[in-house]
């Protein structure tokens, strides 16, 4: 079956959230959603998030996940808030249980903070499925980037987060904790064996040197012929040594620290004190 794919693309994190529609009816899926945040300031905004749930409604469609590919560091989701205004079960890998007991380490968290999923609706293992109306969707473990990694195969399409970017520019970086240039090759070649008619969708797009408009559409076939990181003519060493060469040369990401502490709560923030004020930790010389 092949779903319709409506993409919503942020300027601010390059990210790109998807609505996917079940063809046969109204339901539909929300992946990886964006909430706006300004760190010089430290304030939040809804317009990204704003734009998903008024085409939700426009077209009358039933919010059936809020799936997470993982727990994004350039970005805050904005999962919860859609929830609130048009329903949705919010999903995510489980091992999103390792990102939280590394992390609230990092943020110094301490034992209120559960480091069991809890936050989430629902853990996703390999192999596990979901339905959009009549729409199925697999879930694939495609670890690397970070070990909580997913892909959500959804009939003819595959969304495989920050594990494959358009193939001019490559793969994902492996260099945060519980990353592996080894462990992502592998998760690759996974996606690799779908179908070469398999529509990918990936996470970001940052324009390539040459390309002129953004793009997030490829196809299977089309990574593997000419993804300039993992394409058939490359092995496992050769990719390895690159990846992990390239990774050092590459800062953190601005908004990795007040993500990581969000979207381990499943888009939550931190509870307020007793004022009812919201704080977000700068670890200093952690990351």
Not at 2 to 19: G, H, L, M, Q, R
Not at 59 to 66: I, P
Not at 67 to 88: K, N, R
Not at 195 to 208: L, M, N, S
Request: aromatic residues 10%.
């Amino acid at each position: 079956m092949k779903p319709e794919v409506t993409a919503f693309f942020d300027d601010a994190t390059n990210t790109i959230s998807y609505v996917v529609k079940d063809p046969a009816g109204s339901s539909c899926a929300v992946i990886d959603s964006v909430l706006d945040f300004d760190y010089s300031s430290g304030r939040t905004d809804t317009k990204s998030a704003d734009a998903v749930i008024q085409y939700v409604k426009d077209n009358n469609l039933t919010v059936e996940w809020l799936l997470e590919s993982h727990v994004h560091a350039d970005h805050l989701s904005a999962a919860p808030y859609i929830q609130d205004h048009v329903g949705g079960k919010i999903g995510i890998g489980d091992r999103i249980k390792i990102v939280q007991d590394t992390f609230g380490k990092v943020f110094n968290e301490g034992t209120e903070f559960q480091r069991d999923g809890s936050q989430f609706d629902q853990l996703f293992q390999e192999g596990d499925s979901f339905h959009i109306g009549q729409l199925r969707g697999d879930v694939l473990h495609t670890p690397g980037h970070t070990p909580a990694c997913l892909t959500y195969v959804i009939g003819d399409a595959a969304f495989v987060g920050d594990t494959l970017f358009m193939p001019d520019f490559g793969t994902a970086r492996c260099d945060f904790p519980g990353g592996s240039a080894e462990t992502l090759y592998a998760s690759i070649q996974k996606i690799l064996a779908l179908p070469d008619e398999t529509r990918i969708f990936v996470g970001h797009d940052y324009k390539a040197p040459g390309r002129d408009e953004y793009a997030w559409e490829t196809t299977v076939g089309d990574q593997k012929a000419r993804n300039i990181h993992v394409a058939s003519d490359k092995d496992k060493d050769t990719f390895i040594k690159m990846r992990t060469e390239r990774d050092a040369t590459l800062a953190m990401p601005k908004l990795i620290i007040p993500s990581l502490q969000v979207n381990m709560r499943a888009g939550q923030m931190p509870e307020p004190d007793e004022k009812g004020d919201v704080f977000l930790k700068i670890p200093v010389n952690k990351l």
